[in-house]
């Protein structure tokens, strides 16, 4: 069954920048100056020979001067779910078929495996329409394999010798793209004709830079967030008896907390690079939460609304030296000796004799259910799975000490009634906004522009998105000028610098100037849902933190 709303969704015709509208004949490119990598330049110039330093790109109206041979393109989606995925897929569809009606466009199953294993489909009008304006990434699914072995690559060439394929787009967050660049330079030196685009997909708004201003998805998936999160507000402000701990996704950077944050004016908003920079410890952070806690219930508001991001204890240093340690304790046949203990009593002796001084410290003040979870449920390498940590109810846990101890010494005399939630999934498969709609679809149809004029290693880019659709600019960037080294699994790499917040960003310089505010007094904004329909300021809204970054 189609639902209205997405029958209605099938018929949005999203919009191109100004330069992309008028039909692929009239397209020329203009070419900008040389780049060079963010960083390292000398050895990331040596690792992509053929494909570094190229010249930035921009589309613009004129005569359509490329090759127009024909070309058959796989399109590859690759990681976590990010709303407009499908039109990505579609915009691309529809400029290769502009272009040529015999262009084919094939999508790999499953992420990369299904370039590996050969698995694909060939998309044609009917089952693509199905698919316009919607949310998730089943129209052939995704995958977190990684492309970056040359055996994997050595199979993608075969795959695409075999069927005849021209281009490959990779739709994904930073290692996908630095994967892509990787292949594209292995396809160059290999001589095979295949060239590889990437677009920017993730929600959790860390592939950006100087060049790509927003990957998409972040847009969608943060005002769902925030319009639940008013919502909770709007409860909290009305029942006035529960304090919410709200955990929002962001495996690593803080970017989805800060936007919500902007969005909705919560007490209280955790910031992963805070924490990192200040050197905050667990003591410290739930200090600070309970402040927010104690001052509110000083002026009879035994309620409010914290947000937590989800990679926070990552950025906590203690921590950090704390899993550590407790992947050492238990490394190899250690862990055994661990399981075998018949109590908790005595696994907790054994922890208690393992751990340094100062890190037996920081697990004391952990909640049991915390201690329990970092000791028992591992992963199959047996490190501690910090992601599973319920950083939302460890924190409330630990206010709730703090506040027992203040009112033991006559500072607090309040209620605390904690509830939790965790945002995540819940954002990643929405509808696209009419922005995220229009963005990627813009990317798709780029793509395949920068396919046409004969680019490879290039990240599709459309910029000036503050501005409405029609200034928006569409072009194309090496992915090597984002590139650095970084050491990853004890190696030396090349790979795209990925974007936290920045603490001197305005987002975070705005947020910084209110909170002491927000956090005494109930100065809650409601967003309210996504809307498809109606005036261009409530439908076109752009995020705060693009807003501000651009002002
Ligand atoms: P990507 O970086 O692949 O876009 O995924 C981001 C993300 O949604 C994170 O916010 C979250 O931590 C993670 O994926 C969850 O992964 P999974 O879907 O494997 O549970």
């Not at 290769?96 to 015999?102: P, V």
């Not at 304006?133 to 699914?141: E, L, P, S």
């Not at 509808?431 to 149809?445: R, T, V, W």
């Amino acid at each position: 069954m189609i639902t209205p709303l997405q029958k209605a969704r099938y018929e949005y015709a999203p919009k191109l920048p100004g330069m992309l509208r008028h039909g692929i004949a009239d397209i020329c490119v203009e070419e900008g100056d040389y780049t060079e990598s963010v960083a390292d330049q000398e050895k990331i110039k040596a690792l992509f020979p053929l494909t570094y330093g190229k010249k930035e790109i921009t589309f613009k109206k004129g005569t359509n001067t490329a090759d127009a041979k024909k070309q058959v393109v796989g399109v590859i989606l690759s990681g976590g779910q990010a709303p407009g995925g499908h039109n990505v897929v579609c915009g691309l569809y529809d400029a290769l078929k502009a272009a040529n009606g015999e262009n084919v466009l094939y999508g790999f199953k499953n992420g990369p495996s299904g370039l590996l294993n050969d698995d694909f489909i060939e998309f044609d009008d009917e089952y693509i329409n199905q698919f316009r304006n919607t949310g998730g990434f089943d129209i052939i699914g995704s995958g977190r394999t990684k492309l970056e072995t040359k055996e994997q690559f050595a199979v993608a060439a075969e795959v695409c010798k075999k069927h005849g394929i021209t281009a490959i787009v990779i739709i994904g967050g930073d290692d996908s793209n630095t994967n892509a660049a990787v292949l594209a330079e292995y396809f160059a030196q290999n001589n095979s004709g295949v060239q590889v685009i990437g677009c920017p997909k993730t929600i959790d708004g860390d592939l950006k830079n100087e060049d790509i201003e927003c990957s998409f998805g972040f847009d969608t998936a943060t005002k769902t967030y925030s319009e639940l999160i008013g919502n909770i507000e709007r409860d909290a402000n009305s029942a006035k008896k529960y304090w919410h701990f709200i955990k929002v996704m962001g495996r690593s950077a803080s970017h989805v907390a800060l936007e919500c944050a902007l969005e909705t004016q919560p007490n209280y908003c955790l910031i992963s690079e805070e924490v990192a920079e200040k050197k905050m410890s667990f003591s410290q952070i739930a200090d600070s939460i309970a402040d927010s806690v104690a001052a509110r219930a000083a002026n009879g508001m035994n309620f409010g609304v914290a947000i937590i991001p989800e990679g926070v204890v990552e950025f906590v240093p203690e921590f950090a030296v704390l899993i550590h340690e407790i992947n050492e304790l238990l490394a190899g046949t250690k862990a055994e000796a661990f399981n075998a203990l018949p109590t908790w009593a005595e696994k907790y002796a054994f922890i208690e004799n393992g751990l340094t001084k100062e890190s037996m410290e920081v697990f004391a003040i952990l909640p049991q259910s915390i201690q329990q979870q970092l000791f028992l449920e591992r992963d199959p390498h047996g490190n501690v799975q910090v992601s599973l940590i319920e950083s939302e109810k460890l924190f409330s846990a630990m206010v709730k000490d703090k506040l027992e101890a203040r009112r033991k010494e006559g500072k607090y005399n309040g209620k605390f009634n904690a509830l939790h939630h965790f945002l995540g999934y819940e954002g990643r498969c929405a509808f696209p906004s009419n922005f995220d709609a229009d963005y990627c679809y813009s990317l798709g149809y780029n793509a395949f522009m920068l396919i046409q004029y004969g680019y490879t290693g290039y990240l599709s880019k459309v910029s000036n998105l503050s501005k409405p659709a029609e200034e928006w600019v569409a072009g194309g960037m090496p992915i090597t000028k984002m590139m650095n080294m970084e050491r990853r699994h004890g190696e030396d790499k090349p790979v795209i610098k990925k974007a936290l917040v920045d603490l001197n960003g305005k987002p975070f310089r705005y947020f910084e100037e209110r909170r002491a505010q927000w956090a005494v007094e109930t100065c809650y904004t409601y967003p309210g849902a996504i809307q498809y329909y109606g005036p261009t300021e409530v439908c076109d809204l752009t995020t705060k933190t693009l807003k501000l970054e651009k002002e």
